[in-house]
C-alpha cells in the first residue's frame, strides 16, 4: 500500500488543521492506520492510530481531547483533525498502515510527511 499526507501548513496557536492519508495499491480498511511526527531535533513520536477491524481509536497522551484520527473507506482516507494547536505540535507528520495499531514504530508502511507549523 502506498501513503500519501496531506493537508500541513502554517498555523496559529490554538488554530486548527486536518491532515489527510490518501491511500493507493489497497484497500485502506483492511489496514490499521496511525499517524507519527517528528520535531526538529526530537525522535519521532507516534500519536494516533485507528483500528481497520473495528474502528477502536488511539492517542498520545498529549493530543488526547485535542486530535481526532477518523476515516472514510469509501474514499480510502484517514483523517486527523487537531483542534487546539500549540506550537510543540510543530512537526513533520506521516501517516502509517500495518494490520493492528501499534505504539512503537514497527508499522509496515510509511508515506511521505506532510509538515506543520504552529506560529504567531
Known amino acids: 500500500v502506498q501513503l500519501q499526507a496531506s493537508g500541513g501548513g502554517l498555523v496559529q496557536p490554538g488554530g486548527s488543521l486536518r491532515l489527510s492519508c490518501a491511500a493507493s495499491?489497497?484497500?485502506?480498511?483492511?489496514?490499521?492506520i496511525g499517524w507519527f511526527r517528528q520535531a526538529p531535533g526530537k525522535e519521532r513520536e507516534w500519536v494516533s492510530c485507528?483500528?481497520?477491524?473495528?474502528?477502536?481509536?488511539y492517542y498520545a497522551g498529549s493530543v488526547k481531547g485535542r486530535f481526532a484520527i477518523s476515516r472514510d473507506n469509501a474514499k480510502n482516507t484517514v483523517y486527523l483533525q487537531m483542534n487546539n494547536l500549540q506550537s510543540e505540535d510543530t512537526a513533520v507528520y506521516y501517516c502509517?498502515?500495518?494490520?493492528?495499531?501499534?505504539?512503537?514504530?514497527?508499522?509496515?508502511?510509511w508515506g511521505r510527511g506532510t509538515l506543520v507549523t504552529v506560529s504567531s
Open positions: 485507528i483500528a481497520g477491524n473495528d474502528g477502536s481509536t
Open positions: 502509517v498502515a500495518d494490520p493492528i495499531c501499534k505504539g512503537t514504530q514497527e508499522y509496515n508502511y
Open positions: 495499491g489497497s484497500t485502506l480498511h483492511y489496514y490499521a
